[in-house]
């Protein structure tokens, strides 16, 4: 048996009345485990809710191929980020960050647990309502692709080395910065511009500690800067736009 705890991204209906949830955690990754009888009220209904974060006790079998299979045993919510359910905007935002989190590359050599901390700590500043959704949209979605390998190098000018400029030049296919006399491919459709601002913004995503994450401060018309920017670098990287994204831009 195995007890871990995961926030619960994902379910799917199996069979009439059983159900297939997927959950973040520390250990594993997004692991996906059979509850049976899942769709119907039970001891385990409220615990295995979608963005809820719970303690779940595992069963691991193996089927006559040789898989593993997993199935629920118990579970017990921890988190309910009960306010976040209550909203359909968050809800839908919610949406968008698990779909995330389920198409990420997470292997072996990621650091799960960053990325549960990640999730949890989005979770609960859009369950309370203390910060901008936008900014923590942009926040999960740059700071989830630099957990998964994506992480851009922004420290200097890839050339050299200055770091600073009016402008600077990110490409998005190289993942490079680039000073404003460096650079001589400015009209690329990989290229996106970084005055300072946008640029101590992005890297204070990417590269602070954990601990100081969510502790900045955005204007509006940077957060509409930083929303374009995150947007295209998720795009970039998972090669697919998301229904849920364009459901949420449509509330
Ligand atoms: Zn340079």
Redesign the pocket.
């Given at each position: 048996m195995l007890t871990i705890k995961g926030l619960i991204i994902r379910e799917e209906q199996k069979g009439e009345s059983s159900k297939y949830i997927y959950a973040l955690t520390a250990e594993r990754g997004v692991i996906g485990f059979l509850v049976r009888g899942g769709m119907k009220s039970s001891k385990n209904s409220a615990s295995t809710q979608l963005y809820v974060y719970s303690e779940l006790c595992i069963e691991e079998k193996k089927n006559a191929a040789g898989d593993t299979l997993y199935y629920l045993n118990s579970s017990e919510a921890i988190e309910m980020f009960f306010e976040l359910r209550l909203d359909i905007i968050k809800m839908s935002l919610a949406a968008y960050l698990t779909e995330l989190i389920y198409y990420s590359r997470i292997e072996d050599s990621t650091d799960k647990n960053e990325i549960l901390r990640l999730a949890l700590n989005t979770f609960y500043f859009l369950n309370k309502g203390s910060k901008d959704r936008e900014m923590l949209k942009s926040i999960f979605e740059l700071r989830l692709l630099c957990e998964t390998g994506f992480r851009p190098a922004l420290v200097?000018?890839?050339?050299?080395?200055?770091y600073e400029?009016d402008k600077m030049y990110f490409n998005m296919r190289s993942g490079t910065l680039?000073?404003?006399?460096?650079?001589t491919n400015k009209d690329s459709m990989f290229a996106v511009v970084f005055d300072k601002r946008l640029l101590y913004i992005v890297r204070h995503i990417a590269l602070t500690d954990f601990d100081r994450l969510f502790s900045i401060r955005i204007s509006p018309d940077y957060q509409a800067k930083l929303t374009d920017f995150t947007e295209r670098f998720v795009k970039y990287h998972f090669k697919e736009s998301f229904k849920t994204l364009t459901f949420y831009r449509s509330l």
């Open positions: 200097a000018c890839s050339k050299c080395y200055k400029d680039e000073c404003n006399e460096c650079c």
